[in-house]
C-alpha cells in the first residue's frame, strides 16, 4: 500500500471510530447496550473511570463559559471557539457513553474483551488457559500482552493457548496470547470464566467418548 493509501485509510479508521463513539451517546440515553444480545452475559468497566470522565467534563465546561464571556466582543472567534468547546465535550461524553454501552460480554463460546469502541477482542473460551483474578497497575508493556487498564489498574488476567489478532486504530496488527483486564465485579467475571471453562471440557470429553 502506497503512502498515500495507506493515510487515506487510517484516516477512515480515525472517522469511524468517532462515529462510532457519538453513536453510543444515542445507545447510553436510550439505556441500550452494544453486542450483547440474549444469551450474553455483560460485566461492565466504566464505573472505574466516571469520576474521572465526569471531573475532565465539568473543568471543560467551565473553561468553556469563562472563553465565551472573554470573546463576547469578538462573534466570529466567540463561534468558533464555542463550536469546537461543545465538540470537545461530546467527545468526552462519548468516551464513558461507549464504556457503558460496549461492556465486557461472556456467551458460552466466547470472552469478548473491550474498551469503548476502540478495542473489541473476541476469546474463545476453548483457547484460555489461565484466568486469574490479580489487582495489577499498569505494567511495562510486552510482545503478546494487551493491557486494558482502568485508572491504571487491571483486575483480571486471561491467558491463550493460541493468539488472537487485534488490528489497532492506526491499522497495525497484533497477535495476543495475554489479556489483562478491568471490570467492576472482577470476581465474579474469574468465576464465570472458570465454570464456563470446566463446563466446556466436560461437553468435549462427552464428545470424545
Excluded at 439505556?31 to 468497566?45: I, L, N, P
Excluded at 470537545?88 to 464504556?99: E, K, M, P, V, Y
Aim: proline share 3%.
Amino acid at each position: 500500500m502506497t503512502g498515500h493509501g495507506a493515510a487515506a485509510g487510517t484516516l477512515g479508521r480515525i472517522v469511524r471510530h468517532e462515529a462510532r463513539a457519538m453513536r453510543s451517546l444515542a445507545l447510553w440515553a436510550a439505556r441500550r447496550t452494544h453486542g450483547v444480545g440474549v444469551d450474553g452475559q455483560a460485566f461492565g468497566y466504566a464505573r472505574g473511570q466516571a469520576a474521572m470522565v465526569y471531573g475532565i467534563t465539568f473543568a471543560c465546561l467551565v473553561e468553556t463559559v469563562g472563553i465565551s464571556y472573554l470573546l463576547r466582543d469578538l462573534p466570529v472567534a466567540h463561534a468558533v471557539m464555542l463550536v469546537l468547546d461543545v465538540y470537545t465535550l461530546l467527545t468526552i461524553l462519548a468516551l464513558q457513553s461507549a464504556a457503558v454501552t460496549h461492556p465486557h460480554v461472556l456467551t458460552g463460546r466466547s470472552l469478548r474483551i473491550r474498551r469503548g469502541v476502540t478495542v473489541d477482542l473476541l476469546v474463545p473460551l476453548a483457547d484460555l488457559t489461565a484466568v486469574r483474578r490479580e489487582l495489577r497497575t499498569s505494567p511495562d508493556r510486552r510482545p503478546g500482552e494487551l493491557t486494558l487498564d482502568i485508572g491504571a489498574l487491571t483486575n483480571v488476567t486471561v491467558e491463550l493457548a493460541a493468539p488472537v489478532t487485534r488490528t489497532t486504530l492506526l491499522g497495525r496488527t497484533e497477535r495476543i496470547t495475554t489479556v489483562r483486564l478491568y471490570a467492576e465485579d472482577p470476581d465474579a467475571l474469574a468465576r464465570e470464566l472458570r465454570s464456563r471453562q470446566a463446563a466446556g471440557r466436560k461437553d468435549g470429553d462427552t464428545v470424545a467418548r
